[in-house]
């Protein structure tokens, strides 16, 4: 009975190394339409709770507890947007301008801008002075929308 156990054991050891090693070097094995798929759920994740808190101010629903989790999850997705268009992710199925790669300190610029507009949001939200959420709201539109202008190529009709 050990004999049976101590291979089970042995068995889930290795499994389970096996797993780790895969899942800490997918970056490795990546490829380029991985990462926009990546990055375009980075990116939805960030619409998302841009939609929830435009939903708040406008009225939309009683949840405003929610404001500040979701201004605390966007803060959060702000620290890792620059980083989802890594070298090779240039291609296929992306909104992504070549000028991303082109001109990466301006695109730095524009997601410091961004990141900056998120972290005051956020800094707002955790004040909970509401007089003051539209304008921090804004100002991270007027960051968003900075960076779809000069970096995301426009939605055809």
Same mark, same amino acid.
């Given at each position: 009975?050990?004999? /049976?156990?101590?291979?089970?054991?042995?068995?889930?050891?290795?499994? #389970?190394?096996?797993?780790?090693? @895969?899942?800490?070097?997918?970056?490795?094995?990546?490829?380029?339409?991985?990462?926009? /798929?990546?990055?375009?759920?980075?990116?939805?994740?960030?619409?998302?709770?841009?939609?929830?808190?435009?939903?708040?101010?406008?009225?939309?629903?009683?949840? +405003?507890?929610?404001?500040?989790?979701?201004?605390?999850?966007?803060?959060?997705?702000? +620290?890792?947007?620059?980083?989802?268009?890594?070298?090779?992710?240039?291609?296929?199925?992306?909104?992504?301008?070549?000028?991303?790669?082109?001109?990466?300190?301006?695109?730095? *610029?524009?997601? *410091?801008?961004?990141?900056?507009?998120?972290?005051? @949001?956020?800094?707002?939200?955790?004040?909970?002075?509401?007089?003051?959420?539209?304008?921090?709201?804004?100002?991270?539109?007027?960051? #968003?929308?900075? #960076?779809?202008?000069?970096?995301?190529?426009?939605?055809?009709?």
């Amino acid at each position: 009975m050990s004999f /049976k156990i101590s291979t089970f054991v042995a068995c889930a050891t290795l499994s #389970c190394a096996v797993l780790a090693a @895969l899942t800490f070097s997918a970056p490795v094995l990546a490829d380029g339409d991985g990462e926009i /798929k990546y990055r375009q759920f980075v990116m939805k994740s960030i619409g998302g709770h841009m939609g929830g808190m435009a939903s708040i101010i406008k009225g939309q629903t009683g949840n +405003k507890a929610n404001f500040q989790t979701h201004a605390s999850g966007l803060a959060a997705l702000s +620290k890792i947007a620059g980083s989802v268009f890594p070298d090779g992710s240039d291609f296929g199925e992306t909104q992504a301008l070549p000028v991303i790669w082109e001109k990466p300190d301006d695109f730095a *610029k524009a997601v *410091k801008m961004f990141q900056s507009a998120a972290e005051n @949001l956020e800094k707002v939200a955790r004040s909970g002075d509401m007089t003051k959420f539209g304008e921090a709201f804004g100002g991270l539109g007027k960051s #968003c929308k900075n #960076c779809h202008e000069n970096f995301r190529e426009k939605k055809k009709q």
